[in-house]
């Protein structure tokens, strides 16, 4: 089939973020399928933006062809965001033609978070009688609507509005991360026959290769808490107001007197913050290190006695999550303290670790006690239910073919 995905966030493990759109791509083409992305040229998420030296700059990334879509930068989420998706949308219809001409494709996949997309897609799948697919990362606008606070009335709330329920009159088939949103999709027009639920995944290949090594003086760092005797909780991630990490730290504040030792790495807008909450505790057992490369992340997950995930409390969240995070933990076999609260709880469901309520010290606090408690065997116990549930359920690979099988 020649596959045609639409995903303007969409990035490859050379450029970051996004990841989904690369691995499933990456399978179908070792299943010999011809695989197009059309992505913006610039992308927040993204570590690195791709060179472009046109409005339309193709180039083939482990087999996949990317065609990047010269849009302009921006900062936040003001105009220039909703600048940088006119551009894009726009440009798709421009080229639509040359799509035609050259990718022709059976399938065509709406992408892109937001869901303006679809009206190009739709357009492209029409004229090459091809299969269009949804797929949903976020439930857009009602992720601007409940996380940010805009009014249902709002210009911007009401293009997308119409833009979603357009997307789940006109598609063929709707593929969601969110496992519990097929219910908010029928009242918006889905025929709920047409609901699939794939989620994110680990590309199982790349956690199997040898170990590139942390950085040698984070290393020697943990190694000498450990021979100290300290019990170490990692966290590695964006430190964000999202990821709720102020209320880990009031939770370690809780534990001064217990040999606990919190490492968290990465970098985000909270951290200077994180750091001075920190000081204002006196925690001399917090330590933060800069973010490190992603195929060193498997390295420092295994020298932690127990790994940390949390999120505000969101009712956006009913609809479930799925986390990239969560499967790097799961799949370094180690145990997960989960405060997240969510239509969705893969660590209570594999029990790989411990679930509490989110945004309350006191509950964390004492979930890393339990865990803390537990002997070497148990927590190896919890760290490998975690590791067999991902091979299971979320290697690329399975999903691509499921992928495939509805394409079909």
């Not at 949903?136 to 709330?157: A, N, Q, T």
């Not at 119409?162 to 519990?180: R, W």
């Not at 127990?306 to 790097?328: A, C, H, M, T």
Request: hydrophobic share 40%; with cysteine; net charge positive.
């Amino acid at each position: 089939m020649n596959i045609l995905l639409i995903n303007h966030y969409a990035g490859s493990k050379y450029h970051g973020m996004e990841y989904r759109p690369y691995y499933l791509a990456r399978e179908w083409v070792k299943l010999g399928h011809n695989v197009t992305i059309i992505a913006a040229s610039y992308s927040h998420v993204r570590n690195v933006q791709p060179k472009i030296d046109q409005n339309w700059t193709a180039e083939i990334v482990d087999g996949i062809r990317y065609v990047w879509i010269n849009t302009p930068s921006y900062e936040g989420n003001g105009l220039g965001r909703i600048k940088n998706m006119v551009t894009f949308v726009k440009s798709i219809y421009r080229y639509k033609t040359k799509i035609l001409q050259e990718i022709n494709p059976n399938v065509v996949i709406a992408s892109s978070t937001y869901p303006l997309d679809i009206y190009p897609a739709k357009a492209i799948a029409k004229a090459s009688k091809a299969k269009l697919i949804y797929e949903v990362h976020d439930l857009w606008p009602l992720s601007p609507k409940e996380l940010g606070g805009m009014s249902r009335y709002h210009p911007f709330i009401m293009v997308m509005q119409q833009a979603e329920n357009f997307a789940y009159k006109h598609c063929d088939l709707v593929v969601s991360l969110l496992p519990k949103a097929k219910g908010h999709m029928v009242e918006h027009g889905l025929d709920p026959v047409k609901f699939y639920y794939i989620p994110n995944g680990i590309d199982i290949d790349e956690w199997n290769s040898p170990l590139n090594k942390i950085p040698k003086e984070m290393s020697a760092f943990i190694n000498e808490m450990k021979e100290k005797g300290q019990f170490l909780i990692g966290y590695a991630g964006a430190h964000g107001v999202a990821n709720s990490l102020e209320i880990l730290i009031e939770s370690v504040n809780l534990l001064k007197v217990n040999p606990i030792s919190l490492i968290m790495v990465g970098k985000g807008p909270e951290k200077i913050n994180l750091k001075g909450l920190a000081k204002k505790y006196n925690l001399e057992n917090i330590h933060f290190f800069e973010e490190i490369p992603k195929n060193t992340i498997p390295d420092f997950l295994s020298k932690m006695d127990v790994l940390y995930i949390g999120l505000q409390r969101q009712p956006l969240y009913r609809f479930g999550v799925s986390p990239n995070k969560l499967f790097d933990y799961m799949m370094s076999q180690k145990p997960v303290l989960h405060s997240i609260e969510a239509g969705n709880d893969l660590v209570a469901e594999s029990k790989s670790g411990v679930s509490v309520e989110p945004e309350n010290p006191q509950a964390i606090a004492d979930g890393i006690l339990k865990l803390m408690k537990l002997t070497e065997e148990e927590r190896k116990q919890m760290g490998q239910n975690g590791y067999e549930y991902i091979i299971s359920k979320h290697d690329y690979k399975k999903l691509a073919e499921h992928f495939i099988s509805i394409m079909k």
